[in-house]
C-alpha cells in the first residue's frame, strides 16, 4: 500500500467537489484513486461508499474521502462495513478529532453545504493528524466489538 495513495467517491451531488479535491491532492504529492462517480448523473451513493470502505479493508490506502450532498448517506453506508470508521466533517475542528479521537480512516463531507476551498482545509487537517491512542484507543475496541 502506498501511504500517499487516497480513495475518494462520490455521488452526483458530490461530483463537482470530488473533481476539484482531486486536483488538490495531486498538487500536494497524494495519488487519488477515484472510484467514482464520473459525471453529475444520478448514482446511488452505497455504491462508492462500499468501494472506498472496500478498498481500505483491503489495504490499497489507509484514508479515504466520501462526498455526496449532505454527506450523511455516505457516513451510514461507510460505517456498514465492519473495521470501517467514518465520520462526518463540517469544520475542520471536528475533521481532525475524526483522525485524533475516532482514528477515522474516511472523512465524509457534504457537497452542498461546503464550499469547496473548506471542503480542502477539512481533507488537509483530516490527513495531517495522527491518532492519538491512549483513553481513545480503548474506545475504539469498545466500539469494535460492538458488530
Given at each position: 500500500m502506498k501511504t500517499n495513495s487516497i480513495l475518494i467517491g462520490s455521488d452526483h451531488a458530490g461530483f463537482q467537489q470530488k473533481e476539484f479535491l482531486k486536483v488538490k491532492l495531486v498538487e500536494s504529492g497524494f495519488e487519488p484513486i477515484d472510484v467514482g462517480c464520473?459525471?453529475?448523473?444520478?448514482v446511488n451513493y452505497p455504491d462508492q461508499a462500499a468501494e472506498v470502505s472496500k478498498g481500505i479493508l483491503d489495504r490499497k490506502a489507509e484514508n479515504g474521502i466520501l462526498i455526496c450532498g449532505s454527506g450523511e448517506g455516505m457516513v451510514m453506508a461507510a460505517n456498514r462495513f465492519h473495521g470501517i470508521r467514518a465520520g462526518l466533517a463540517w469544520n475542520t475542528e471536528v475533521a481532525g478529532l475524526l483522525k485524533l479521537h475516532n482514528d477515522a480512516q474516511i472523512i465524509c463531507l457534504g457537497a452542498r453545504f461546503t464550499a469547496n476551498e473548506y471542503?480542502?482545509?477539512m481533507v488537509q487537517v483530516f490527513l495531517s493528524a495522527s491518532f492519538e491512542g491512549g483513553k481513545h484507543a480503548n474506545r475504539i475496541a469498545l466500539m469494535d466489538k460492538l458488530g
Open positions: 464520473y459525471s453529475i448523473e444520478s471542503a480542502w482545509q
